[in-house]
T-cell receptor, first 112, second 117 residues
Framework: SQQGEEDPQALSIQEGENATMNCSYKTSINNLQWYRQNSGRGLVHLILIRSNEREKHSGRLRVTLDTSKKSSSLLITASRAADTASYFCATDSTSGTYKYIFGTGTRLKVLA | EPEVTQTPSHQVTQMGQEVILRCVPISNHLYFYWYRQILGQKVEFLVSFYNNEISEKSEIFDDQFSVERPDGSNFTLKIRSTKLEDSAMYFC???????????????FGPGTRLTVL
């Protein structure tokens, strides 16, 4: 079954450093989304990247997508303590489903 | 910026009781979804809804669950007889495009934390 898996599971960095999180999935997709979740809170939509796109930027966020490897990465540049959160990728499918499948998430901790 | 809203933010109920979780999707969106997240686990899809009917549901979404769009703005999830294992954060989401669309950008609400005692 289709499944997004992020790695690493946890990441701890110093403020100002870059953070890179990776996501792998199993089936063909139309779209991949990245979300942020602060502890016990809601899901904040960060970026959607389509299957025919390779890279997308939004502020300090950079997302890449490699459909041949079925993987995506999220790069947060010049991290801040406020970036501390869990980050999830979510993928849809080309096989006739409306749902997004979420990965297990990367817990990012940015130390001030 | 338009956003999905959910009420209540936290609901505590006794096992066996009925609960209704409420959502107001983004106003021009046509596709609505419920997901849930058990503490410490992945976000899981429950159901999608379009044109006043369920378009897809997961195996979690059994006969105890139902969804409704009672008016032009609200979207509800009802759990008829809650169980301990229904305790979770329930997220509503909406999008303006469904399956196969170039963009199926799903925007999530803040969630309702359901605690079943």
């Amino acid at each position: 079954s289709q499944q997004g898996e992020e790695d690493p599971q946890a990441l701890s960095i110093q403020e100002g450093e870059n953070a890179t999180m990776n996501c792998s999935y199993k089936t063909s997709i139309n779209n991949l989304q990245w979300y942020r979740q602060n502890s016990g809170r809601g899901l904040v939509h960060l970026i959607l990247i389509r299957s025919n796109e390779r890279e997308k930027h939004s502020g300090r966020l950079r997302v890449t997508l490699d459909t041949s490897k079925k993987s995506s990465s999220l790069l947060i540049t010049a991290s801040r303590a406020a970036d501390t959160a869990s980050y999830f990728c979510a993928t849809d499918s080309t096989s006739g489903t409306y749902k997004y499948i979420f990965g297990t998430g990367t817990r990012l901790k940015v130390l001030a | 910026e338009p956003e999905v809203t959910q009420t209540p933010s936290h609901q505590v109920t006794q096992m066996g009781q009925e609960v209704i979780l409420r959502c107001v999707p983004i106003s021009n969106h046509l596709y609505f979804y419920w997901y849930r997240q058990i503490l410490g686990q992945k976000v899981e899809f429950l159901v999608s809804f379009y044109n006043n009917e369920i378009s897809e549901k997961s195996e979690i979404f059994d006969d105890q669950f139902s969804v409704e769009r009672p008016d032009g703005s609200n979207f509800t999830l009802k759990i008829r007889s809650t169980k301990l294992e229904d305790s979770a954060m329930y997220f509503c989401a909406s999008s303006d495009a469904g399956w196969g669309a170039s963009y199926n950008e799903q925007f999530f609400g803040p969630g309702t934390r359901l605690t079943v005692l």
